[in-house]
């Protein structure tokens, strides 16, 4: 069993720079794709970024693509989202995700991963 834990979430203005950290229990984190995803008010979640476990295949989409860097930590057992250039489209509540992984991939779907933390609230004012 893995627990996920996010922390970094916040009131931002827009143009501003947050950072999201996920910490996963478990012994084995060298072999978790991990992901983000969030959820905005009375909006379906969505996929946001994910990293393979070497740390060599991310993806993004596309309303995020270059102004979010994900990135994990793994001697720390720690992954982060950087989020640079915020507006207020990017309110909402943000959710680390997890997979155990024989693959180096970064997949987008919420079906791809197991495990979820109970999410960070970023919100981004105008």
């Known amino acids: 069993q893995v627990q996920l834990v996010e922390s970094g979430g916040g009131l931002v203005q827009a143009g501003g720079s947050l950072r999201l950290s996920c910490a996963p229990s478990?012994?084995?984190?060298?072999?978790?794709?991990m992901g983000w995803f969030r959820q905005a008010p009375g909006k379906e979640r969505e996929f946001v970024a994910a990293?393979?476990?070497?740390?060599?295949?991310?993806a993004y989409a596309d309303s995020v693509k270059g102004r979010f860097t994900i990135s994990r930590d793994t001697p720390e057992n720690l992954v982060y989202l950087q989020m640079d250039i915020l507006n207020p489209e990017d309110t909402a509540r943000y959710y680390c995700?997890?997979?155990?992984?024989?693959?180096?991939?970064?997949?987008?779907?919420?079906?791809?991963?197991?495990?979820w933390g109970q999410g960070t609230l970023v919100t981004v004012s105008s």
């Open positions: 995700a997890a997979r155990l992984d024989s693959r180096d991939h970064a997949p987008r779907a919420e079906g791809d991963y197991t495990y």
């Open positions: 478990g012994r084995t984190f060298s072999t978790y794709t």
């Open positions: 990293i393979s476990w070497s740390g060599i295949n991310t």
